[in-house]
Structures are given as C-alpha cells and as structure tokens.
Nanobody, 123 residues
C-alpha cells in the first residue's frame, strides 16, 4: 500500500503558474506509476498526466496542450505537476494517484489516491 499527500494548491489569478507536489510513503519501492487527476465542481474526475517510475514514459491528456508538466524525484518520493498559464476553467480539486501501469491512467483510473488539494483560478 502507498499513501499519497498533495500540497501546493491555492488561489491564483488567471495566467499565473502553480506547482503541485505529491509526497508518497509506504511501499514506494514497488515502482508505481504516478499521476494527477482533477475534478471540477459538478464534473467527473479526469486524468491529467502520468509518469512511470523511471520517468522514461510520460502520458498527458489531450486538454493539457503543453501547459502542464509532470515530473518526479524518486529520491524524495515526490511527484510534481507544474501548471502554467492557468485559466478559471482549471479550477478544481487536484488529486495525486498511483497505479501499477500507465495503461490504468489512460483509462481514467487509478489504484491509490491522495485526499486532493484545491486549486482556484480567478479571472
């Protein structure tokens, strides 16, 4: 089992940047694929991006369009989501997640979840 704790959310203005962090603990040596999801008010939770243990494979949802970048530091057991040019439509609760395969994320699913961090973008 792996435990995930997100941080870095907050209130920003349109056009600003924000970096989310997700600290993993527990069975981090299992080599999980890590990723991010988000859930806007009244909408379903959608996958944003995922990255394999070695960082050699990265997958992004189509809507990202180069504005978001996922990375990880295995020495710190931490995965990051750098978000640039934020828009009010990016307002959502952002969740960190872990799974055994990249394919799981591509199916909009994950095996382990963090509690989420709120990101609010004002216009």
């Amino acid at each position: 089992q792996v435990q995930l704790v997100e941080s870095g959310g907050g209130l920003v203005q349109a056009g600003d940047s924000l970096r989310l962090s997700c600290a993993a603990s527990g069975r981090t040596s299992d080599g999980y694929v890590m990723g991010w999801f988000r859930q806007a008010p009244g909408k379903e939770r959608d996958v944003i991006a995922a990255i394999t243990w070695g960082g050699d494979e990265i997958w992004y949802a189509a809507f990202v369009k180069g504005r978001f970048t996922i990375s990880r530091d295995n020495a710190k057991n931490t995965v990051y989501l750098q978000m640039n040019s934020l828009e009010p439509e990016d307002t959502a609760v952002y969740y960190c997640a872990a799974s055994e395969t990249l394919y799981t994320f591509a199916q909009n699913r994950a095996d382990h979840w963090g509690q989420g961090t709120q990101v609010t973008v004002s216009s």
